[in-house]
């Protein structure tokens, strides 16, 4: 007997591959729906696919510099800067790749000289650390409408001009002016908004580096003692293996398949901010650990790359020192400036690490807080000492106003690192309050 095998009809195999194929496309969408939902309640927004594409190709570009362009976390050291005899460092024009940096190494158009009132606008310069920086980048504008208000203008238009560094902390300020009036410029406003560099950077860097508080940032690196044993070169390597590591790993997600995709842009936006706090606590540490060699060895300090040997018998008295001398370099800014027929302004910049200066919603706390941060400690505890300093200044004649508390009550997400850093809507809202007082001031004649 002849026994034929019983095949099964092409029909059930299709229906077959229809059910598996079902079947997936409807696990990829539930999946795809729960990314969806999780995106919106991680960030607090609907998930954009243009953003995070024009994110991840920056990531690409630069996945160093972009982790925080304005941070002051990433090191000193960096290709960009370039010594400067008077104002410690500056931004190499030559270096600088796609950024407007000018030929006296600053962000931006640099203030032409002549006479106050003789350009045909109202010239202001702003000038102190990244914070400030990121107000003429982000809300120049805002600024420039703000003044231009007061009615004892005329109604000229203000120009706007950037004179603030990453890092940059008294009397790096003050030397800039003096500079710049050496130069023939005379601007009629001086906006000066600092404070953060001021008193987290002399305690939190300089101190732990052995360095002189009131030398600029890591002043003993940039003079050549810096990269040169094995363990801090291995330190130096493996923060470099990690931005190459975020570059390679956004050109990933930045194909067809996981970038059209919510699940994939939510793994990798996730990620990728897990690399970004992992590289910045890499610069900070290797900043911290970059002792000069021969202090390391234990040799005689060198003054010729850490200055003078200040020591203090507790916290306290350094923080007071500290908020002491930039309060000094502020005062003579605004005997300067009047010296020159030029109005000052001295403004102390907010940061969510005072306490009660900001209402954080859960959103922003992911984004803005980390009490485990190395700075977050030293500007909770240094600030009063600055508030205090600052209202001395006040009580001197100083035009001077404290910002600490200028978004208290506010739920809007206004900051936008866990250092010190805003986002536009926050720069926005600090250039406004400032505009304001500016043109209060101008219209009282005072």
Known sequence: MTVRSQRRPATSRGRKWIHVLLAIALTYAVIEALSWITYRVVFGHVISMSQLDARRDAVTADPGASVSA??????????????????????DPDRAGNQPVNEHGFLGAFPPAGETGDTGS?????TGGSVAMGLVHDAAPALAEEIGRAGALGGKPVTIYNLALPGMKQPQQLMMLVYLFSLGVRPDIVINLDGFNDIVLPVAENASQGLYPFYPRSWNLRLGSGLSDSALLRKAGRLAYREQFRGWLASAFSTPLLARSVT????WVLADAQLARSIRRARYSLARDTLDPIKTRGDQ???ATHGTLRTYAGADEHYRDVAAFWARASLIMRRLADGMGSRYFHFLQPNQYVMGSKHMTSEERQVAVDPGHPYAGV????YPFLIEAGGELAARGVPFEDLTMLFSGDRRVLYSDQCCHLNEEGYRTVAVRIGAVVRAALDRGG
């Open 379 to 382: 500007a909770a505890t240094g």
């Open 301 to 303: 300090r060198r003054f």
């Open 70 to 91: 304005r941070d002051p976390e990433e090191l000193p050291l960096n290709a960009r800067e370039a010594l400067h005899p008077y104002l410690g460092y500056v931004f």
């Open 264 to 267: 994939g842009n939510l793994i």
């Open 122 to 126: 109202v010239t202001v310069l702003v």
